[in-house]
């Protein structure tokens, strides 16, 4: 058992996550059990999963960082990963029929996990939407390629990486920010976990929790004894 948790601590001083060190955890375990027919690993406790708190943009340094860009089609789709929590994944998968204008949700389908679900669509993009929609080459993507195909997903993330830059936020945030970033918003509005869990398509509502540390109205009250 000993040189197991060399090999364990060994990776974690690495630099390796609690969960990548499960994952090899869980590999000895299997191996110890189900090929040598030894329980001589199995006492062997997990490591406590870290805590790593999501990177979550204000409302105003989301405003700050989609006027920086002049590209319309770019900045829609800025905003609305920000304001449907999309990955961005899905943003280029985005197909017209997936939206409905009249009920504004959208329909997103065979998302991570192969599963559907239904987000909402902020009736601010609507016309931006319709306008894309319109004038669009093809009535496939609504995210398409100059030549009129399918965006890759570096094409949102450069997009939202140079906008960053150029202005004075210092979070070290990502395109997916702004999936975290809707998710905390709606919380501090008020809306219940189980239906952000929804919006979001997290299958355990202890995935949506993790937002629950980022906003806490009753910490944000607390005054300093200073």
């Known amino acids: 058992v000993n040189h197991i948790k060399k090999f364990l601590i060994k990776k974690q001083n690495s630099g390796k996550s609690s969960q ?33 708190l999501p990177i ?75 306008t894309l929609i319109l004038n669009k080459k093809t009535k496939d993507y609504v995210f398409e390629s100059e030549r009129g195909g399918k965006l890759t997903t570096s094409t949102p993330q450069k997009v939202f990486r140079k906008a960053l830059k150029k202005v004075s936020i210092k979070k070290s945030a990502t395109f997916h920010s702004l999936r975290h970033s809707f998710a905390t918003h709606l919380l501090e509005n008020g809306t219940d976990i189980r239906y952000v869990q929804k919006l979001l398509g997290h299958k355990n509502i202890r995935t949506t929790q993790i937002y629950t540390h980022v906003t806490n109205p009753k910490l944000m009250n607390i005054k300093s004894p200073l």
């Open 20 to 52: 990548t060190v499960n994952l090899y955890l869980n590999a000895v375990k299997f191996f110890y059990r189900e090929i040598i027919k030894s329980p001589e690993a199995i006492s062997l406790k997990f490591p406590r999963h870290s805590l790593k």
């Open 56 to 130: 979550v943009l204000t409302r105003s340094e989301v405003k700050i960082i989609t006027k920086q860009i002049s590209n319309p089609k770019h900045k829609l789709m800025i905003l609305l990963a920000y304001s449907s929590g999309l990955r961005v994944s899905e943003i280029i998968n985005l197909k017209r029929g997936d939206i409905d204008l009249e009920e504004n949700t959208i329909h997103l389908k065979n998302t991570k996990g192969k599963k559907d679900r239904i987000t909402i669509l902020s009736e601010k993009l609507k016309a931006s939407l319709m």
